[in-house]
């Protein structure tokens, strides 16, 4: 069971937005950052948001990601059908001592 | 370009040992390090361990010490990963990651294309 909580699907339209929400506690995103992990179908994981909100070079500004408290979230706007597959948010934790990973929430585009 | 390309699939008996490697072309793995991250069957992912470069030292999540081991051979730039006594709940796809500690956070900024591990009888 995964420590950091996301709704377990999420879907839009060509052109629309989606926000994904990730859900921790204290000793996770209350005090640490929160990356954000592509994975789409047939390929590695790849990094998506750095730092809450920083874009690696090459991840379009259509891509955004945001923290308040124990709460983050990815926004994703003018969706378009590639951007199918699993989302993943992280955290460092303080009683791990390690990273941790949300449950991975599927993008389907309509 | 950055790559890191694991081991193909196995199937193993419950009790046997797997070795899985990571062999990582565009980074020297003398400056960075690999970790392990593991995904079973309708699961999220899951921190396994990895070369801690703060401290020098290779760190197991709780639930995996004893069982299992981390290795790095800096002549070949791969990484190993080692998981003994397996169960069918070790089922699951494994993967590597670079580990990058920056002032911004750390994060892992690339990752292997997972090594599918199935343990049956």
């Known amino acids: 069971q995964s420590v950091l909580t996301q709704p377990p699907s999420a879907s839009g339209t060509p052109g629309q937005s989606v926000i994904i929400s990730c859900s921790g506690s204290?000793?996770?995103?209350?005090?640490?950052?929160v990356n954000w992990y592509q994975h789409l179908p047939g390929t590695a994981p790849t990094l998506l948001i750095y730092?809450?909100?920083l874009r690696p070079s090459g991840v379009p500004d259509r891509f955004s990601g945001s923290k308040s408290g124990t709460s983050a979230s990815l926004a994703i706007g003018g969706l378009r059908s590639d951007d199918e597959g699993k989302y993943f948010c992280?955290?460092?934790?303080?009683?791990?001592?390690?990273?941790?990973f949300g449950g991975g929430t599927k993008l389907t585009v309509l | 370009q950055v790559q890191l390309v694991q081991s193909g699939a196995e199937v193993k008996k419950p009790g046997a040992s797997v070795k899985v490697s990571c062999k990582v072309s565009?980074?020297?793995?003398?400056?960075?390090?690999i970790h392990w991250v593991r995904q079973a069957p309708g699961e999220g992912l899951e921190w396994m361990g990895g070369f801690d470069a703060e401290d020098g030292e290779t760190k197991y999540a709780q639930k995996f010490q004893g069982r299992v081991t981390m290795t790095e051979d800096t002549s070949t730039n791969t990484g190993y990963m080692e998981v003994r006594g397996l169960r069918s709940d070790d089922t699951a796809v494994y993967y590597c990651a670079i580990d990058r500690i920056t002032i911004f956070g750390r994060y892992f900024d690339y990752w292997g294309q997972g090594t599918l591990i199935t343990v049956s009888s």
């Open positions: 992280a955290s460092w934790d303080d009683n791990l001592n390690g990273p941790i």
């Open positions: 565009g980074y020297s793995l003398i400056e960075k390090s």
């Open positions: 204290s000793s996770n995103i209350g005090s640490q950052i």
């Open positions: 730092s809450n909100n």
